[in-house]
């Protein structure tokens, strides 16, 4: 299996423009999750679906960012209109439920997005 | 939510053993423990998990207090690849989400 693909691995825009990182997890992983890293806040969780449908958001920052998952093999994050501050390593990150525990999550290779 | 505290960073020689410490004091009866960690410039990978048994496999050893209020991930033998932000992270039972903390940033000295 190739693993979670994360696209692009960089991208640097200009502030005010739109971006859009995307995702595809691992295939037969029912969970799938948006992580965002910073030196400041370390690593946080954004949003996670489950079965494509989102469980929980309330880590997304602000109605700039939103996250789809049309179909169980790609979701997107998109900015818009993106801030300096959002400039980070966005990661995602799938797994399998795991009963009575947390499945085991596997990482894509994120994206660094610097936004000038 | 289970908070964890966990040393800001650590040492090791080359080859030798590290111990790496977790306090969970809040943690609930069915909460697992789950430690990953983070090398330079890659996403988190998983590394163990248990509740109560102290568990082995191939990367490290997991001991965890017989309160449950703490835990320890054991590198046998640490090596330069080895040198990472090891991250101890209870989850919540039933849920699939995990909050990571700051972890222990791991040096290993040559």
């Known amino acids: 299996d190739a693993g979670v693909i994360q696209s692009p691995r960089h991208e640097v825009t200009e502030m005010g423009q739109e971006v859009t990182l995307r995702c595809k997890p691992i295939?037969?992983?029912?969970?799938l999750f948006w992580y965002r890293q910073t030196m400041m806040r370390g690593l946080e969780l954004l949003i996670y679906?489950?079965?494509?449908?989102?469980?929980?958001d309330s880590g997304m920052p602000e109605d700039r960012f939103s996250a789809k998952m049309p179909n169980a093999s790609f979701s997107t994050l998109k900015i818009q209109p993106s801030e300096p501050r959002d400039s980070a390593v966005y990661f995602c990150?799938?797994?399998?439920?795991?009963?009575?525990?947390?499945?085991?999550?596997?990482f894509g290779e994120g994206s660094r997005l610097t936004v000038l | 939510d289970a908070k964890t505290t966990q040393p800001n960073s650590m040492e090791s020689n080359e080859e030798e053993p590290v111990h790496l410490p977790c306090n969970h004091s809040?943690?609930?009866?069915?909460?697992?423990i789950h430690w990953y960690r983070q090398l330079p410039s890659q996403g988190p990978e998983y590394v163990i998990h248990?509740?109560?048994s102290n568990v082995n496999n191939r990367m490290a050893s997991l001991a965890i207090a017989e309160d449950r209020k703490s835990s320890t991930l054991i590198l046998h033998r640490a090596t330069l690849r080895d040198a990472a932000v090891y991250y101890c992270?209870?989850?919540?039972?039933?849920?699939?989400?995990?909050?990571f903390g700051t972890g222990t940033r791991l040096t290993v000295i040559p």
């Open positions: 248990g509740l109560t």
């Open positions: 679906f489950n079965n494509n449908v989102p469980i929980d």
């Open positions: 809040t943690i609930s009866g069915t909460d697992y």
């Open positions: 295939s037969g992983h029912d969970y």
């Open positions: 992270i209870p989850d919540q039972t039933g849920a699939n989400n995990l909050f």
């Open positions: 990150a799938s797994s399998l439920a795991g009963g009575k525990r947390a499945g085991e999550l596997f």
